[in-house]
């Protein structure tokens, strides 16, 4: 299996809700990644999960909370969010942070906030 | 703090044409330089990496760090070219990948 997984593929939460995305990998990847990417603007990183530790927190709102349960899967929890988190989340994986390892994408969850 | 600019935001050529993707960079010192490509439709994926020297669908790049450039060029551009380029940095020893703005070729019969 040489792809990142990432369920739904569609979301749409109110203000108030909490949802999670997920995101998963079967390539023996030791880093996980999220990123956002709005329409028509490049992906931007938001977090960055080392060996299952978080290592890089790109000063990313605290309504966004990553989870990484195991070497192959990763989670974003959503809570409180506003109409403007509405964008594409993409996961990605390589094999290691840190070296020039091919980041792997998956095809991202469109998440719409009402 | 590292930048990537890829000054076009559209490419249109014919079938054929050369192409050539601008990117430069700023970053002061050792970087990791990265064009990934998303076909419409499909997930973004790597297309060459600098360190590997390597030439992949006819496309190469080189970096030249006396003019902190990437372009990514092809001698014939072909149809299924047609998709949004992002140019991207990475510092060496570090996690964070940094995109361009991105180009988007059109490749016209």
């Known amino acids: 299996d040489t792809e990142v997984t990432q369920t739904p593929k569609h979301l749409v939460m109110g203000m108030t809700n909490k949802k999670s995305l997920k995101c998963e990998q079967h390539?023996?990847?030791?880093?996980m990644y999220w990123y956002k990417q709005k329409a028509k603007k490049p992906p931007e990183l938001m977090f960055v999960?080392?060996?299952?530790?978080?290592?890089i927190n790109e000063s990313v709102p605290s309504r966004f909370s990553p989870e990484c349960p195991n070497s192959s899967l990763l989670n974003l929890h959503l809570h409180a969010l506003q109409p403007e988190d509405s964008a594409l989340y993409l996961c990605?994986?390589?094999?290691?942070?840190?070296?020039?390892?091919?980041?792997?994408f998956g095809p991202g969850t469109r998440l719409t906030v009402t | 703090a590292q930048r990537v600019t890829q000054p076009e935001k559209l490419l249109s050529v014919f079938k054929g044409a050369p192409v050539e993707l601008k990117c430069n960079y700023s970053?002061?010192?050792?970087?990791?330089l990265f064009w990934y490509v998303q076909y419409s439709r499909q997930r973004l994926q790597l297309l060459l990496r600098?360190?590997s020297r390597e030439s992949i669908k006819g496309f190469t790049a080189d970096l030249n760090k006396g003019e902190t450039s990437f372009h990514l060029k092809k001698p014939f551009a072909q149809e299924e070219d047609s998709a949004m380029y992002y140019c991207?940095?990475?510092?060496?020893?570090?996690?964070?990948?940094?995109f361009g703005t991105g180009t988007r070729l059109l490749v016209s019969p």
């Open positions: 990605a994986s390589s094999q290691l942070a840190g070296v020039s390892y091919e980041q792997y």
């Open positions: 390539m023996g990847h030791r880093a």
């Open positions: 999960y080392s060996y299952e530790k978080l290592s």
């Open positions: 970053y002061s010192g050792s970087p990791e």
């Open positions: 600098h360190i």
């Open positions: 991207a940095l990475k510092r060496t020893g570090f996690q964070k990948l940094v």
